[in-house]
Structure formats: C-alpha cells, structure tokens
C-alpha cells in the first residue's frame, strides 16, 4: 500500500540526487558533531533514507558501530550499496526490531514527522537505549521559514489550484510545534528534553532540480499522479518555482529544529 511514507523505485535515487545536497547534507554535519559529544560506542539511525546523514556518523564516529535502518526496503537497499561503514537494515521506528537496551544514542534526521504514532516512536527509542543513552532528532520547522520547500508549496498551489496536493507542509513541515514535540517525547518515556532551532544555507544548481526532487522523490509524487500526467505537473511546478526562486545557481536558508533527550 502506498502512503505519505513511501519510497518506492527510483525515488531514492532522485530524492539523493535531487534533494540530498541542497536540503538534507548541510544537516549531516551538524548531527555528526551533536552525535559525537554524547561518544556513544553503539549508535542507531532511524529513517536513515539514502544515508546522507549516516555518512556523517560514520565519519564522526570513526569507533562506533552504527545501525542505518528505513521503513523503505528500497531505500535500505539504495544506502547499503552506498554508505559503508553502517550496518544496515529495514525498521518501522514503531516498532524496532532491537532488543531492550542495546544502544547507547538513538539518532534520526528528518524522519519522526513521517511517523504516524509519534509518542509510540519514542518509546521505542527509549526501550531499546541502554541507561545514560540519548536521542538526538532533527525535525523540519515552519515551511514559511524555508524559501525552497515554500516555493514548492506555493508552485503546486499555483498548478493545482482547485485541490492543491499538500503533503510537503503536512508531513514534512508539519511536526514543528514545539509544546507538541515536547509533550510526545515525553509520553515515550524520554526526559531532558532540549529544544534548538538551527538554519542552515541550501544551495541548489536550479530551481528545475529541487522540482525534480519533489515532485518525483518525495510520496508528493503519488499525489500528483492522482491528478494529471505527472511529468506535464512536474514541469509546471518547475516553472512556478524559477518564477519565485530565479534561474540557478540558488540559495537559501534552511530552518529546522534539533531536539536531544536522555533516556530516564
Ligand atoms: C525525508 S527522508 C529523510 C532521510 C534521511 N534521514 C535524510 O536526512 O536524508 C524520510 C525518511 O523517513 C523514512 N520513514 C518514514 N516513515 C518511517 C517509519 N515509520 N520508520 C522508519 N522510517 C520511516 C522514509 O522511508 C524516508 O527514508
């Protein structure tokens, strides 16, 4: 069945290729650092996706063994073949396959906004940390604040006036109140909850390569093909977005918020 968490055939490929560096690498090093003060010798990655985030750990954490997981089959596929230095392996964060206590930092980036039961992850994350363990989250924040992804939103709006698909502010900027955030993580059981808004600069060869990601590797694309001809939407949404963004190169700020709590 395809959902808002589905990444089948190509998308990883394009969602790495066409997303990965503007959107999602400049936070990889930033978790790598936040990863590495806690020096954690076992270290889970949740929602790892194409590993853009996991290469960092690797990196930081050159001692650690690193589990890399995804719901995807297609993305723990794509990433194994890709970033060595990670076991990786297929989880739903709902449900770990991990036994109690077996990690010693818990890290995901930008996945928990996928997870339908958010509080039900949480505990997941705090039963399988050892004592003393952390977490380590990075979540999207408000899609106004993020000049790519808002002329994403805007571009499809302008295509598709009349039933605008809306699963980029829904899902993926749609887990950014903090009062909610806190009060999830805390019904999982987690303590010492830490909250940091972090802004990043993205940097895109052309507006055409962000639609590109969006539209064909993000679940965004199940949406549109519901609607029309998917390359006709695709390349409208392109147009719509150099309209609000300019002719490439381009550049941006990327607004997200960082989140660490401690297993109690
Ligand atoms: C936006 S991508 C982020 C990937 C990667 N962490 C990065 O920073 O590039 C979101 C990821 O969440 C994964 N995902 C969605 N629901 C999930 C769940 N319930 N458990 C684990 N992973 C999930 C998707 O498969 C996808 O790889």
Redesign the pocket.
């Known amino acids: 069945m395809i959902t808002d968490?589905?990444?089948v055939d190509s998308m990883?490929d394009v969602?790495?290729r066409c997303?990965?560096p503007s959107?999602?690498?400049p936070?990889?090093a930033h978790l790598g650092a936040a990863a590495a003060a806690f020096a954690p010798v076992r270290v889970l990655?949740?929602?790892?996706?194409?590993?853009?985030?996991?290469r960092e750990l690797v990196r930081a954490l050159p001692s650690a063994s690193i589990a890399a997981?995804?719901?995807?089959p297609s993305?723990v596929a794509w990433a194994a073949s890709r970033v060595p230095g990670a076991t990786w392996g297929q989880?739903?964060?709902?449900a770990l396959p991990m036994p109690d206590g077996s990690f010693d930092l818990v890290v995901?980036?930008?996945?928990a906004?996928?997870?339908?039961d958010k509080p039900a992850?949480f505990a997941e994350m705090a039963r399988v940390l050892a004592p003393g363990g952390h977490v380590v989250l990075?979540v999207w924040d408000r899609v106004e604040l993020s000049p790519f992804p808002r002329a994403l939103v805007e571009g499809v709006r302008a295509v598709l006036p009349e039933n605008p698909p809306d699963f980029v502010a829904r899902v993926?900027h749609g887990y950014n109140d903090l009062a909610q955030v806190k009060s999830d993580i805390e019904a999982g059981g987690l303590v010492d909850v830490a909250i940091d808004r972090v802004v990043m600069r993205g940097t895109a060869s052309s507006a055409d390569q962000l639609a590109e990601g969006f539209c064909m590797g993000?679940p965004l694309r199940f949406d549109l093909e519901q609607r029309g001809d998917l390359a006709a939407l695709r390349d409208a949404v392109a147009g719509e977005m150099t309209a609000r963004l300019g002719q490439g190169p381009i550049e941006g700020d990327l607004a997200a918020i960082q989140i660490t709590a401690a297993r109690r």
């Open positions: 968490s589905s990444w990883p969602y790495d997303l990965g959107l999602f690498a936070f990889g990655e949740l929602a790892a996706g194409t590993g853009i985030a996991t997981t995804d719901l995807n993305m989880a739903d964060a709902q995901c980036q930008f996945g906004m996928f997870f339908a992850a990075v993926p993000t």
